[in-house]
């Protein structure tokens, strides 16, 4: 890809970059010109995508849901980038389920990983953004502006991170800290999280039929059209954007 260096000399932590939305930022980052650790909990993964980009990216495990793993990544990031300029909270799962047919379990473990996982990288990342100001992206959902029936667990995960991110966007405003926070919010994109969804219904080509027709634009989007978004974010060219939702979602909130 031709790159503009738009994201020249920016340090960026992407999480769940093994894998869809988070790989292609990552790539896009990189080709940007920006230096991108790519955290996941699927190392291995992360590891295979981060050593395609070459000498400027690095992986590093991450569970989002943990403290500590993410105590530990930012002081890796402290040693060996010195300071942080964007973090992308992408790590997320979507399981399928009404208010009657999910599992508390299930309802936990997804807040867990989609709200808790965003809340501490935003808690966390600060002091290593706060010396030059920082840029903070969320990733939400049109499913955390809209409801649907049978994503009770996920609806109420993304629209905790939509209303989280302008929690935090106003809290680092205020104290003058220079640190952004944004939230993007897809429409349906084809990447590895819609063949999981589409695994756990009887009939997967009907839900993919469905997931196409609420898109007015007439099509699912593509990991790239969310990736161009969070450059833009991550950018000096988004200084006087916070607290605000990204929407990219082919229509299908209108
Ligand atoms: P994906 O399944 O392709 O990738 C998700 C990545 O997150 C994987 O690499 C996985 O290993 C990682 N991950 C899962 N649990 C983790 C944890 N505990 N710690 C660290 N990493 C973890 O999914 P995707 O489509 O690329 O989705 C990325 C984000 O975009 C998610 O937050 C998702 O909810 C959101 N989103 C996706 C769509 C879509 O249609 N694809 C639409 C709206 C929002």
């Known amino acids: 890809m031709q790159t503009a260096g738009r994201l020249s000399g920016k340090i960026a932590l992407v999480t769940g970059a093994a894998s869809g939305l ?11 010109g920006a230096r991108v650790i790519l955290a996941d909990i699927d190392s291995a993964a992360a590891q295979a995508v981060a050593a395609s980009l070459g000498a400027d990216a690095r992986h590093v495990r991450l569970d989002v849901t943990d403290e500590q793993s ?29 208010i009657e047919s999910l599992s508390v379990a299930g309802f936990k473990n997804m807040l867990e990983i989609d709200l808790v996982g965003v809340f501490i ?6 002091p290593l953004m706060r010396p030059r100001g920082g840029s903070i992206i969320n990733m939400s959902s049109m499913c955390g502006i809209r409801a649907q029936a049978d994503l009770a667990g996920y609806n109420a995960a993304k629209a905790g991170v939509t209303l989280l991110t302008k929690s935090v966007a106003l809290h680092y405003a205020k104290q003058g800290d220079k640190i952004r926070c944004n939230s993007i919010h897809p429409g349906a994109i084809r990447t590895p999280i819609l063949d999981k969804v589409m695994s756990q219904v ?19 989007g593509r990991p790239e059209e969310i990736a161009a978004i969070a450059v833009y974010l991550a950018s000096d060219e988004s200084a006087f954007a ?4 990204f929407v990219v979602d082919g229509g299908s909130s209108l």
């Not at 997967?204 to 007439?218: N, Q």
């Open 22 to 32: 988070g790989e292609a930022i990552s790539r896009r980052y990189a080709a940007e």
């Open 70 to 98: 993410w105590l530990a990544a930012l002081e890796g990031v402290k040693s060996q980038e010195g300071r942080l300029d964007v973090l992308v909270n992408n790590a997320g799962i979507t399981t399928m389920g009404s």
């Open 202 to 220: 009887e009939d997967p080509k009907a839900l993919l039929a469905s997931f196409e027709a609420v898109h007015p634009i007439g099509r699912l």
């Open 242 to 245: 916070t607290g605000a939702e």
């Open 121 to 126: 990288g935003c808690k966390h990342a600060a």
